[in-house]
């Protein structure tokens, strides 16, 4: 079984980048699509943006679409997320996640997703 483990969070100002890694042990990780979730304070756990496990296909949710980027390298187990042109509404604890099955199957919904890390802070000021 896979476990994840995310690095990279931090206090940056809002139009500031962050990358986001997650760093995932285990055999089958190279087979697994991966996503990454965030949750703000009194509010739900949202679906940020997913990737194949072969890295060739990605998907993102609207409200990030033009400013972050998801990445991934099997060879070193680590899934990243760009993040450029922060907002103070991008404020959250960030999740990465990983899946099997059919990509597309859900692909936004958190029950889809098996495993999760812990989680990494971030913050941006106005």
């Known amino acids: 079984q896979v476990q994840l483990a995310e690095s990279g969070g931090g206090l940056v100002q809002a139009g500031g980048s962050l990358r986001l890694s997650c760093a995932a042990s285990?055999?089958?990780?190279?087979?697994?699509?991966m996503g990454w979730f965030r949750q703000a304070p009194g509010k739900e756990r949202e679906f940020v943006a997913a990737i194949h496990w072969s890295g060739g296909d990605t998907f993102y949710a609207d409200f990030v679409k033009g400013r972050f980027t998801v990445s991934r390298d099997n060879a070193k187990n680590t899934v990243c997320l760009q993040m450029n042109l922060l907002k103070p509404e991008d404020t959250a604890v960030y999740y990465c996640?990983?899946?099997?099955?059919?990509?597309?199957?859900?692909?936004?919904?958190?029950?889809?997703?098996?495993?999760w890390g812990q989680g990494t802070q971030v913050t941006v000021s106005s």
């Open positions: 996640a990983a899946r099997g099955g059919g990509y597309n199957t859900g692909i936004r919904s958190m029950d889809e997703y098996s495993t």
């Open positions: 285990g055999r089958t990780f190279s087979s697994l699509h």
